[in-house]
């Protein structure tokens, strides 16, 4: 019987277009729960499929503390998430969520 190689996934590979980095993010956003390490990590993909060097100089940061920066093991800035969404051509926007009513209002 033939071994079944396996390799591990990256996303990176998968991430194309401009379009789908966005919905990428966009469902890395609402995943999250609050955590901006995940947010970062997420970042982080995009940015290897952009080309991490290319982001960096787009950024205004050195390779290495993006590298670290968007690892997910560490919560980088908000200039700094600023920075890489700017050079990654993603924008942050928000809306009204809904709120749930209490009982009585």
């Known amino acids: 019987m033939a071994k079944t190689k396996t390799t591990r996934y990256d996303v990176a590979e998968h991430l194309r277009t401009p379009e789908e980095m966005a919905a990428y993010f966009e469902a890395c956003l609402e995943e ?47 200039d700094t998430i ?10 942050l926007h928000a809306e009204a969520a809904a709120i749930p009513t209490r009982p009585g209002n």
Do not use: C, W
């Not at 600023?82 to 924008?91: C, D, P």
């Open 32 to 78: 999250a729960n609050g955590d901006a390490a995940f947010i970062a990590k997420a970042l982080g993909d995009i940015a290897r499929a952009k080309g991490m060097s290319q982001v960096a100089r787009d950024a205004g940061l050195s390779r290495e503390s993006l590298y670290k920066a968007l690892s997910g093991e560490r919560i980088p800035g908000f």
């Open 82 to 91: 600023l920075k890489v969404m700017s050079a990654l051509g993603l924008r």
